[in-house]
């Protein structure tokens, strides 16, 4: 069990080293600017007219999710960049030679490694989520509803990402990882998508093909469970957006979620297990 | 039990990889408390035997036992220190870091780590760089540290793949010495090198492969009881004296002032000095020509077929 923290602390500094996730934080911060000025403008147009109080405040929320969408995509691909190399990389570099010949067991140098990166992945989110929040909340003074289970699922989506990236990582190449889970994002974010439209198509066909891309990869169900968490009771009927939820993914979504994470660490574990090195 | 007087033991250990097949059946026993050369030609399948005794690789074939136990349990590599062929860690950690890291991974204590790291580094002679990145460090120091990191722990048996690689003249030295200390305290060492005048000075015995198998074993402490061919300059040699060599030696060739013999020892060589001195010859020069390991290598290796 020793093994195991010894590699988690380890990795965490490692993972906290990355040029990436400092890039990221960069990105994020100055996203964060151009989203507090875009903010202040919308909010001193609305002063030089009149306005129901009711509707400024449902724009203002609706800004505040596309602030958190941004935050929630720029966290997903942060996380695939920094860790796609970590198993691969490590693998061929010869790194690994060092570490698997101490007496840990595999699974141990597996799971040391990802909750490493979970926790990295965790605070960037806690910051830039909590970042975004601050300015929303700063400059128009909306808050999001249950912050916390919002910045949970998030989070957790990037937790699914984090376990791809090992998973393939265990299998083949640095790149040939990377373009995996980047394609399987893709899937989601389809899928997502296509469960929006068929909110309004009814097409069965759709909703088919939009729930198989979910089941697929479940990352970005997480992220309409949140937006649905987080918006204001109303906004559900406002608009047809990533923001606003047509089709709400359900606890068993999330459940589906959890249960599809477990699946894939393990099978990362077994493969690694079993593989040469 | 046999596993007791044998540190490793194997039989019949093979691996392919796809079509390839690395091992192709290797069948060795190195006792305990001896240095162990592994050589062999490049891909004749060294560094994978010493991946599949070290639980890295799995094998396709055969068994190995280390320590008395199936190679590659976690508990046998408490017991084991390993320097990899091409040794790579994170640059941003520094030499004591590092060291201390990988005790840690080994199971040692803080306060048992704070008095061994600085041993090691001693050791390794990289004290100077002890708090300096391995991100600055060359070739050579990069292969101490990995050294370093394979002892830090005083394991039973020690793994080195080319030890000596990318080091200066007074790195091997280095190197010899402290294989030579780790045999003297009860440990097995277990290396592999293409440098066979090293091998030859450190080595207890050596075993040489060639595609996955052993072809060859040769104990080098016993080497000196083999016929050896003795080159001597001398003066004054009697056709008397030079007849009495016959007594030592089966073979004499006399070129003026030089003598070469084959004695069926070289423990014969002191009588054969003080016969020649006794007969008044004036020995200058007694120079044993042991053949070398590298002719022994290409002997047994037969010609390069290429790769
Ligand atoms: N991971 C691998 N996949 C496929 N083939 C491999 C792999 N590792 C080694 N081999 C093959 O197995 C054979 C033995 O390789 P190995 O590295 O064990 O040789 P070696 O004796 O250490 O050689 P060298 O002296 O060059 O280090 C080679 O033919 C090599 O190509
Ligand atoms: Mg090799």
């Known amino acids: ?277 | 039990m046999a596993s007791d007087q044998f540190a490793i033991e194997t039989r019949g250990l093979r691996k392919e990889f796809g079509r390839t097949v690395a091992v192709k059946g290797l069948s060795l026993q190195v006792p305990r408390g001896e240095i162990f050369g592994f050589l062999g030609p490049n891909g004749a399948g060294k560094s994978t035997s010493i991946k599949m005794l070290l639980g890295l690789v799995r094998p396709t074939g055969g068994d190995a036992i280390v320590l008395g136990a199936p190679a590659g349990t976690v508990d046998t590599r408490r017991r084991i220190g390993f320097l990899p062929e091409d040794f790579r860690f994170y640059d941003w950690l520094t030499a004591s870091e590092l060291l201390a890291l990988h005790g840690r991974l080994c199971g040692m204590e803080h306060a048992a780590l704070r008095r061994r790291v600085p041993e090691v580094i001693e050791m390794v002679g990289l004290t100077p760089h002890a708090d300096r990145r391995l991100r600055g460090f060359s070739k050579g120091m990069l292969q101490r540290i990995g050294l370093a990191q394979a002892l830090v722990h005083e394991p039973d048996i020690v793994f080195l793949d080319e030890p000596t690689s990318g080091l200066d003249p007074i790195g091997r030295r280095m190197v010899r010495d402290i294989l030579r200390a780790q045999r003297d305290r009860g440990a097995t060492v277990f290396l592999n090198s293409h440098l066979l005048g090293e091998i030859e000075i450190t080595c207890d015995r050596v075993v040489f492969i060639k595609e996955g198998e052993v072809v060859a074993a040769e104990d080098l402490r016993n080497r000196s009881r083999d016929e050896t061919r003795v080159l001597v300059a001398a003066h004054n040699v009697s056709p008397s004296a030079l007849a009495g060599l016959e007594r030592w030696c089966t073979a004499v060739v006399a070129d003026g002032d030089q003598l070469s013999l084959t004695t069926r020892s070289k423990e014969l060589v002191p009588e054969i000095v003080r016969h020649l001195v006794s007969s008044g010859a004036e020995v200058y020069e007694v120079v044993p020509q042991r053949e070398p390991l590298e002719e022994l290598f290409v002997r047994i290796m037969g010609k390069d077929p290429g790769l």
Request: aromatic residues 12%; glycine residues 8%; proline residues 3%.
């Open chain 1, 1 to 277: 069990m020793n093994g195991l923290w010894i590699m988690a602390g380890i990795t965490f500094r490692e993972a906290a080293r990355r040029r990436i996730l400092w890039t990221a934080l960069l990105c994020g911060a100055i996203l964060l600017a151009i989203f507090a000025i875009a903010l202040r403008l919308q909010v001193d147009e609305f002063q030089s007219r009149p306005m129901s109080p009711f509707v400024r405040y449902q724009v203002e929320s609706g800004m505040l999710m596309i602030g958190l969408y941004t935050c929630d995509l720029l966290a997903v691909v942060m996380t695939i960049l920094t860790s796609i190399d970590t198993i691969a990389g490590e693998i061929s570099s010869g790194t690994i030679h060092a570490i698997a010949t101490k007496p840990i067991a595999r699974w141990q140098i597996l799971g040391g490694k990802y909750l490493g990166f979970a926790a990295m992945v965790s605070i960037y989110v806690l910051l830039t989520f909590s970042g975004t929040v601050a300015v929303a909340y700063a400059v128009t003074g909306v808050l999001p509803e249950h912050p916390m289970v919002g910045a949970a699922l998030i989070i957790f989506e990037c937790l699914i990402a984090l376990a791809l990236t090992f998973l393939f990582g265990t299998w083949f190449s640095t790149l040939t990882n990377g373009v995996i889970v980047l394609g399987l994002q893709g899937a989601a974010f389809m899928g997502g998508w296509l469960e929006q439209v068929s909110g309004f198509s009814q097409s069965a066909q759709i909703v088919t093909l939009g729930v198989w891309s979910s089941l697929l990869m479940p990352g970005e169900s997480l992220w309409r469970r949140a937006a649905y968490e987080m918006q204001t009771p109303l906004a559900g009927s406002l608009s047809f957006s990533p923001f606003a939820n047509v089709s709400i993914p359900s606890g068993t979504a999330v459940a589906y979620a959890a249960a599809y994470l477990a699946v894939v660490l393990a099978i990362a574990t077994y493969h690694f297990n079993r593989r040469d090195l």
